[in-house]
């Protein structure tokens, strides 16, 4: 009985493809768990991720809202806020929930914000004071820096606002991009911490609570209760955690504080941040 060469030929290919297959799928499942080993899920980790899809669901409906129908968008960021309910309500009362519970002693708040209260702190015995001051100094400069570097970006935007080139629906969605943005420089790449602050992590950084503030910058621009009220509670916040900080020092840097030290870390929030870091270390 006679083979056709033609259907040896494709029987050969069809085997091939499926051994190729089967390799690849190999291959993926080797490289993801070359990606995710060593990073242990952590509950503040898992918590975080939870929180980073919120974030993104909340981005995408806005962000869905917006290119269906922006003039719409603009029209609700200027209505009357304490007259017609609107799912912008929704969306103030979340930040404002989220803006009070920095402002009040909260322990379901991560160890990065609650470093400044006194029942986390525990002292390094014989830490040097001088060191101390010497840490404050330099980390008040770049503090300083960021705070220029941003207000100078979102000017931009100020200036194109106050121009009519963009509207308050524009500002509104950089809010709303900021607000995702925050976890994003938590769990990935933060340029604060890399370029400027040159902070190990979240839990040691001293701008930790700036985040509102600075997500809130553009709503400034917009003259009315709901950009208003909430630009001026994240400048609360920003107060309040300068006021911490100026008065106790010695509870932000694990110079002084064992609390600060990646010894004694239970949240270990940075490890996905620390394996980006280290693959774009080994290519460059």
């Known amino acids: 009985m006679k083979t056709d060469p033609k259907a040896a030929v494709r029987k ?40 980073l899809g919120c974030r993104l669901t909340i981005f995408g409906i806005l962000l869905g809202f917006y290119l269906y129908n922006r003039p719409a968008l603009n029209e609700i960021v200027n209505q009357h806020f304490l007259y ?3 799912a912008l309500h929704i969306v103030w009362g979340i930040f404002m929930i989220i ?11 991560s160890m990065a914000w609650r470093k400044a209260r006194e029942n986390v702190y525990r ?20 503090a300083w820096k960021v705070m220029l570097a941003w207000l100078s970006f979102n000017a931009v935007f100020g200036v194109l606002y106050l121009l009519d080139i963009i509207k308050s629906g524009d500002l509104l969605m950089l809010t709303v991009f900021y607000f995702l943005s925050d976890y994003i420089c938590i769990l990935f790449y933060c340029p604060f911490q890399s370029i400027l602050m ?14 509102h503030f600075m997500m809130f910058t553009p709503m400034l621009f917009i003259k009315n209760f ?11 916040v920003l107060i309040h955690w300068e006021v911490n900080y100026s008065r106790h020092p010695e509870r932000f840097w694990e110079g002084s ?14 490890q996905i941040k620390k394996k980006i870091a280290g693959k774009n270390m080994r290519q460059v």
């Open 99 to 109: 803006m009070i519970m920095h402002i009040i002693p909260n322990n379901r708040l």
């Open 84 to 86: 017609h309910f609107t």
């Open 226 to 236: 709901f950009s208003w009220s909430l630009f001026f509670t994240s400048l609360v």
């Open 123 to 142: 002292e390094v015995p014989g830490y040097s004071e001088l060191q101390l001051l010497r840490f404050v100094q330099i980390q008040n400069v770049r």
């Open 198 to 211: 040159k902070n190990k992590c979240c839990i040691n950084c001293r701008i930790y609570d700036w985040g």
């Open 12 to 51: 050969q290919a069809e085997e091939l493809r499926e051994a190729v297959d089967q390799k690849t799928e190999v291959l993926k499942k080797n490289v993801g768990d070359a990606v995710v080993r060593g990073i242990r899920r952590t509950r503040a980790l898992s918590f975080y991720l939870v929180k």
């Open 257 to 270: 504080n064992q609390t600060l030290q990646c010894a004694h870390c239970k949240e270990q929030t940075c």
